[in-house]
C-alpha cells in the first residue's frame, strides 16, 4: 500500500493533467449551451403536451 502514503498521493497529484484556462471556459461554455438547450427541449415537451391533454379534454 505504497500508493497509500503522503508521499504516494503527492506523486498521483502531480500525475494528474490539470486542464488550461481556455480549455476549461470552452468546456464551461459547451455545458452551460447543452444543459440551456435542453432545459428549452423539455419545457417545449412540456407546453405541447399539456395543450395536448387540453385540446383532448383531461
Known sequence: MKW???SGIRS???RIRWPKGKTLM???A???FF???????FTLCEV???G???LIGI
Open 35 to 41: 444543459t440551456v438547450a435542453f432545459a428549452l427541449f
Open 26 to 28: 470552452e468546456d464551461s
Open 52 to 54: 395536448f391533454l387540453k
Open 12 to 14: 498521483e497529484i502531480a
Open 48 to 50: 405541447v403536451a399539456s
Open 30 to 32: 459547451k455545458v452551460l
Open 4 to 6: 497509500f502514503s503522503i
